[in-house]
């Protein structure tokens, strides 16, 4: 957010315009954040600043902003906006209020609600707030990632399995998603002419109470451009800071990788992409009820068709070359011993396989996660499976105290966060040296981590605040100590490799400290290093071929260690350290090593 200069220097011209010109001389910025508002009213001469924030460890960075740049004409203010009252503004009311407390939905931070109160008890009749006014607007997209990921899906399942014609989708947390135009891979494309859908305006009351209750409800006409398939809705917003400063969080020109956009466009989707032709007109209408922006639409198939799964489960079916893989591996095992296999434990993300085998009569009885019990339960309803054939196990602790005897347990020692599971580490020796029965086997047999360094400009941007415009204060500095040192998902973002991949350590199935030093050679491009790349290899078996987890379907998101490290231009090297202690490892590149 510090970084979108775009953003920082509107609000800048906004403000100095305001002060410098129509001689405003009281500001209240509210939401102050590092304080970065209020600097700008500084800079522009205004007698008096209070700035207020709610977030403790956010004033203690503009406490420490405010001392060490001795900007003794702003009050900083510990509390939410809505606590305030005019005695707490030296007992008059704001020429002028600032703020920026708007989230991808616009409304999500509460600005309605904050303002309503602002306008109401801190502002002068005659006062007025920046930004001036928001107007959304819609749009059609058509999102090739999703389909990709649900094509891989159908063939994952509907070759074994009978889905009831049901479609799958990854449940959303709240009412929509966002679009992430920095996100590589995914492509969008605009299929409909854009519509205004409304417009709130924050020197207006009335406007805002109207928003703030339900009563902005806007029926949206969408005509496609062309025809093609329709994913979902955008909605985005340019935000009117003044008659001239105008930020908007979308362009429908070619989708640019803006990096330091600071709001990504919310992105409504569709349970199933749709089917449209040229010239023809969608309807969606678009509300805001106490502060959550929402779309409604007729276009999604009825709802029992339709099954919201975990976003971690949506990504894990949809790699269907794991799941392929696995499979495979397991099934050479089944007709190396040539006899039914009884016991079956299928500890994964989704027991797809157990399920798989259980149809077919390949086994007996299946155990699987008891947290995947609603969706099996389900699935074995359809093909029409022997209930009692599955057994659902809610700790692998308890298990082991059963002394059942397994012929195949799939284990999962990598969540899909690219982070160590506790719970199958922890367990996966004890399951292999008491429960195997003499011809079993447990999968997957070896994992490698594997790793590159690479250098990336936009993984330094949302990591740190790297931004020229700031330099005269001291807000990087201070934000900065609180920057990530940790693990990062990282996508198809623009990056330079700095070195090959090499594999730098084993992942160790169990809970021991354990640590060791790897040398890493540096190609011919000198960069600073910005983080250490890592991904899976997984073997199923110990003369499988190993499946990666760098793949861009992987159930497994692609991260990485945040560096800051400067090369010397002579380094042909550097000594990367991997740890893995209490079920979490981590690598950094040790500075004094040449
Ligand atoms: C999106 S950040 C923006 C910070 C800063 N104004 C900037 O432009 O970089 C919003 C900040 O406002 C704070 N905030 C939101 N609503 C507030 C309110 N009504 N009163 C005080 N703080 C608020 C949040 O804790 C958060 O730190």
Redesign the pocket.
């Known amino acids: 957010?510090?970084n979108d200069t775009k953003r920082n220097e509107a609000?800048r011209q906004a403000i100095l315009h305001a002060v410098r010109e129509e001689g405003v001389e009281r500001v209240l910025?509210?939401?102050?954040?590092?304080g970065?508002?209020a600097l700008y009213a500084h800079e522009a001469g205004a007698k008096k600043i209070y700035a207020?924030?709610?977030?403790e460890i956010?004033s203690q960075i503009a406490c420490n902003v405010f001392e060490n740049d001795k900007l003794g004409n702003i009050v900083l203010l510990k509390?939410?906006?809505?606590n305030l009252s005019v005695k707490d503004l030296g007992d008059a009311q704001v020429d002028l209020i600032v703020?920026?407390?708007?989230d991808s939905g616009v409304f999500g931070?509460?600005v309605l609600s904050?303002l309503i109160h602002a306008k109401k008890i801190l502002l002068k009749e005659s006062g007025r707030v920046i930004p001036n006014k928001v107007e959304l607007f819609v749009v059609g997209v058509d999102h090739v990632g999703i389909a990709e990921k649900q094509e891989s899906i159908n063939s994952t399942l509907e070759n074994s399995i009978y889905l009831k014609n049901t479609t799958l989708i990854p449940k959303v947390d709240g009412p929509y998603d966002t679009y992430s135009s920095a996100g590589g891979g995914d492509h969008l494309i605009i299929r409909t002419e854009r519509a205004h859908a409304f417009t709130v305006n924050f020197n207006d009351l009335q406007s805002m109470q109207e928003a703030d209750e339900g009563q902005l409800d806007a029926t949206v006409q969408l005509r496609c451009s062309e025809g093609g398939h329709i994913e979902g809705f955008i909605v985005f917003f340019a935000l009117h800071l003044d008659d001239k400063n105008v930020i908007a969080n979308f362009d429908e020109t070619p989708m640019t990788s803006e990096i330091t956009k600071c709001w990504d466009p919310v992105l409504f989707r569709l349970n199933e992409p749709m089917e449209v032709r040229k010239y023809q007109v969608l309807k969606a209408t678009v509300s805001c009820r106490g502060g959550v922006l929402n779309l409604k639409h007729e276009y999604d198939p009825i709802d029992e068709r339709v099954v919201a799964v975990d976003p971690e489960l949506y990504a894990f079916l949809a790699d269907d070359e794991y799941l392929y893989e696995l499979e495979y591996n397991v099934i050479k095992l089944l007709k190396k011993n040539k006899k039914k296999f009884v016991n079956f434990a299928d500890f994964l993300t989704f027991p797809h396989i157990g399920i798989n085998l259980l149809k077919e009569g390949e086994i007996e009885t299946l155990y699987c996660p008891e947290k995947t019990r609603d969706f099996v339960e389900k699935i074995s309803d359809w093909n029409c499976i022997t209930k009692g054939a599955i057994k659902f196990v809610q700790d692998l602790e308890d298990f082991l105290e059963n002394d059942i005897k397994l012929d195949i347990i799939l284990m999962q020692p990598i969540t899909g966060h690219g982070t160590l599971n506790e719970e199958h580490l922890k367990h996966y020796e004890t399951l292999k040296t008491n429960c195997l029965s003499t011809s079993g086997a447990i999968f997957p047999n070896k994992i490698d981590l594997c790793a590159k360094l690479i250098h990336s400009s936009w993984l330094q941007q949302v990591t740190s605040v790297q931004n020229e415009n700031l330099q005269d204060c001291s807000i990087p500095t201070q934000m900065n100590e609180y920057s990530t040192r940790h693990q990062f998902e990282f996508k198809d973002f623009d990056s330079s490799d700095l070195s090959d991949i090499t594999t730098i350590a084993k992942i160790h199935f169990d809970e021991n400290f354990h640590q060791k030093d790897v040398i890493i050679n540096l190609n011919m491009v000198r960069n600073q290093i910005n983080g250490i790349l890592y991904y899976f290899k997984i073997f199923f078996t110990s003369n499988s071929i190993p499946v990666l987890t760098n793949r861009k379907k992987s159930f497994c998101t692609q991260n990485c260690f945040v560096q800051n490290f400067d090369v010397a231009k002579d380094r042909t090297s550097v000594v990367v350290r991997c740890i893995q202690d209490e079920f979490v490892f981590r690598c950094e590149i040790l500075e004094n090593t040449s």
């Open positions: 957010m510090l609000f910025d509210i939401g102050t954040g590092t970065i508002l207020c924030e709610s977030n956010m509390d939410h906006s809505t703020t920026e407390i708007f931070e509460g904050t």
